[in-house]
Structures are given as structure tokens and as C-alpha cells.
């Protein structure tokens, strides 16, 4: 028997023992599709497992506040089902927040702070349905090839105008001629008023004028959004809930729209125990 006779008796052994062992992640391109993100769409499935029965037909999600199913998960058991990181968990519940298709309270469970989430029927089956309709009427196009397009996040950010534009003009027949406009860098409104409150504020005493400026191209539009942030940590730093990287809290809290609870106990607690603390 030569060598690679071997590797593949090996590997048809291993092929074998795979499919009886390894447990398996769906991937629902509907949920997906819904989503505009493929972790998030991962995430959807997950729930909607828990929200279905088990082999016997009973439910698999047995816990009810306030007479509404619900689950309850840590950030690291989001990873031993489907291997998405805390980091990954937090995004996703944010985009799923997004789209109304899901809420999440806290509670206690097993002793310990949880986040709950309860799943809002009626957002999903209007979404689920809308994607259905819209692949009946397209079946033969792929969502690469037209609807995503438009809905799929990608890191291509439209709302920013160049800094500079090239435009070209034809001075005669022959001769194109390339004539650059150079425009001012946009400047937010913001900025001069976050400086001065990185030099008076010693909560924000690290954030550089460059951080500003990155922070500040997440939310151009919202000045209030950007206000009720910094008075939020503001409160919570001052009520013994120290912060270590404050910067990077921001620019994630402005990107994911997360909601401010200012009556939270653990105001840090969705975005991240290994980077929030101080």
C-alpha cells in the first residue's frame, strides 16, 4: 500500500467519525437575507432553534417574563453553540436590535446577571415574508446579484464625500485635460466643543483630536445621539463605574445605535468584560 493509498484510508476514517461527532452549524440564507449580515443571520437561526421543540415536541425555551418567552445566554455560550466570539455576540444582538427583530432585558438566571432575549414575532414573519416575496419574484437572480446589494453591510461608508475630486475636461478635440478640486477637509461641529471637553474632563482626557475625528465620521448627523453618549458615561463614571477605554466605547456605541440605559446597574456590561473595564 503506497502513501497515498494511507492518507486516504486515513482521511475516508476521519470523513466517518466527523459526520457522527461534530455537531453542526445551519446557516439559513433567509436569515441572512433578513439580517444583511451573515454572523447576525447565524444568530437568528440560533434563536429560532431555541424557540422551536425538541424531538419530543416540547418547547425548548422554557423561561417567561412577564408572560413572554424568552432565552437566556451569557456572551460565552453564544460561542460553545455557534462559535461566535463576545465581540461578535455583541454586534450581532446589536443588528438584530436594529431591525426590531429581537429585544433584551436583564435578569438573574443561575445566579448570575443574564441578558435575556425575547424574540418579536410579528417583526419577523413581516421580514421573513418580505424576503420570501421578493425571491419568488427574482428567483433566478442570486442575492450578490441584486437585492443585497443595497442591504449587505460592507466597509464602504457612501455617506463621506471625498476629499478631493477629479473631474476631467475636454479643452479641445484632441486634448482631455484632468483638473483637480481639492475641498476642505469636513470638519463636525462637534469637534472644537469634544477638544475643549478632553482638556476639562479627565473621563476623556485620553481621547486624542485624531480619535475625535474618527469617532465623530460614525455620526454626522446626530448631535444629540453623540451628546446623550458622553453624558452617559459622564453619570456612570461618576456613579463608581470606571471605564477604561472610553474612546473606544464611543465610536461602538455610535456605530451599533446601541440603546443608553442610564438605570443600568452594569452599565458596561454589552460591551465587553475583557476591554471595558478599568
Not at 423561561?63 to 460561542?79: F, L, P, S, V
Request: aromatic share 8%.
Amino acid at each position: 500500500m503506497n502513501e497515498v493509498q494511507d492518507y486516504d484510508e486515513m482521511f475516508n476514517e476521519f470523513r466517518n467519525r466527523d459526520q457522527a461527532l461534530s455537531r453542526t452549524i445551519a446557516v439559513k440564507t433567509l436569515y441572512v437575507d433578513m439580517t444583511g449580515d451573515l454572523i447576525a443571520g447565524i444568530m437568528l437561526g440560533q434563536i429560532m432553534y431555541w424557540y422551536g421543540n425538541d424531538e419530543n415536541g416540547r418547547p425548548r425555551t422554557r423561561i417567561k417574563k412577564k408572560g413572554h418567552e424568552c432565552i437566556a445566554k451569557q456572551r460565552t455560550d453564544w460561542y460553545d453553540e455557534i462559535r461566535i466570539s463576545p465581540r461578535q455576540v455583541d454586534r450581532s444582538i446589536a443588528i438584530l436590535r436594529k431591525k426590531r427583530l429581537i429585544s433584551t432585558r436583564n435578569y438573574r438566571f443561575n445566579g448570575l446577571r443574564t441578558m435575556h432575549v425575547f424574540l418579536n414575532k410579528k417583526t419577523f414573519l413581516n421580514l421573513a415574508n418580505k424576503e420570501i416575496a421578493a425571491f419568488q419574484k427574482n428567483p433566478v437572480l442570486t442575492k450578490g446579484e441584486d437585492r443585497s446589494l443595497q442591504k449587505v453591510k460592507t466597509e464602504v461608508d457612501k455617506s463621506v464625500r471625498p476629499l478631493t475630486e477629479i473631474t476631467t475636461e475636454i479643452v479641445s478635440k484632441n486634448t482631455p485635460v484632468t483638473v483637480v478640486h481639492e475641498e476642505k477637509p469636513f470638519v463636525h461641529p462637534l469637534l472644537k466643543s469634544l477638544l475643549n471637553l478632553s482638556k476639562q474632563n479627565t473621563i476623556f482626557a485620553g481621547i486624542t483630536e485624531n480619535d475625535w475625528r474618527d469617532i465623530l465620521k460614525t455620526e454626522r448627523k446626530s448631535v444629540n445621539k453623540i451628546a446623550d453618549v458622553l453624558n452617559y458615561i459622564d453619570i456612570q463614571v461618576n456613579r463608581g463605574h470606571p471605564l477604561k477605554n472610553v474612546g473606544g466605547y464611543i465610536r461602538d456605541c455610535l456605530e451599533n445605535n446601541w440603546d443608553i440605559d442610564f438605570e443600568n446597574s452594569d452599565p458596561w456590561y454589552s460591551w465587553g468584560l475583557e476591554h471595558a473595564y478599568a
